[in-house]
């Protein structure tokens, strides 16, 4: 168990240092792109804040991946799809898209999750009832994920909120796993890397936040909550 704990805390740490190492490299891109969030009465804050910071989280989940991942069909879906959500969310975070545009790169990014990588929610457990979707499980899938990614986005409205919460559900699922003796499969793994990378992120995005995660993080860090 020592040794599991010392291994999970490795993961955290090495991801969370190289997120909190190239942010500030993101933000600069950011302002030369002008990729900014342009203060209006609805927000908080009174001067533009460069976005893009879901790279950097992004950027921490790649090589977490590379440095301690395993390479199944499973995973490889999830870095496509991910690739997917991140390039919407980043082009969204430039140059604004249409709501249908960004909506057609979930749909896809959740495809490739369904039919390449054969992660399929095929039953619910309610009040003791197990429903069973059968076919439905396909479209089912797919609406489930792109509901999930949309939810982060969508509450990423105050410094440090969707990281935040979304670091809360990485951690609870490390601690799920523990109790479970789930040691080292898929989801592990992937809340170790993305708990991680968030806290890294929430170094620079803590109030007063200094970058964003913009919609190429909160859709990414949704996706990867729906994945999990």
């Known amino acids: 168990m020592i040794e599991n704990i010392e291994y999970s805390l490795l993961i955290v740490g090495v991801c969370l ?28 804050h009174k001067k533009p804040i460069p976005r893009l910071g879901g790279l950097g ?19 490889n879906s999830i870095l496509i799809g991910s690739f997917v959500i991140v390039l919407t969310g980043m082009i969204d975070d430039i140059k ?13 990014a959740s495809s490739v999750i369904v039919f390449y990588g054969n992660i399929i929610l095929s039953n619910v457990t309610i009040f003791g009832f197990d429903i069973k979707f059968g076919l439905l499980a396909y479209p089912v899938t797919i609406l489930f994920i792109v509901a999930c990614t949309n939810i982060i986005n969508l509450i990423d409205g105050l410094d440090g909120l969707s990281s935040g ?4 559900f990485y951690l609870s699922t490390i601690v799920i796993c523990f109790f479970q003796n789930r040691f080292w499969e898929l989801e592990l793994i992937l809340s170790l890397i993305m708990l991680g990378s968030t806290l890294g992120f929430l170094i620079h995005n803590f109030n007063p ?3 964003f995660a913009g919609d190429s993080g909160a859709l990414f860090m949704g996706f990867i909550i729906a994945v999990i």
């Open 209 to 211: 936040a200094k970058i």
């Open 96 to 108: 604004p898209i249409s709501a249908k545009a960004k909506l057609l790169g979930q749909i896809l």
């Open 17 to 44: 240092l190289i997120v909190a190492l190239i942010t500030p490299f993101i933000k600069k891109i950011a302002i030369h792109i002008n990729a900014l969030d342009i203060p209006d009465e609805r927000k908080v």
């Open 57 to 75: 989280i992004f950027a921490g989940f790649l090589l977490g991946f590379i440095i301690f991942g395993h390479n199944t069909i499973q995973m």
């Open 165 to 168: 919460v979304s670091s809360i």
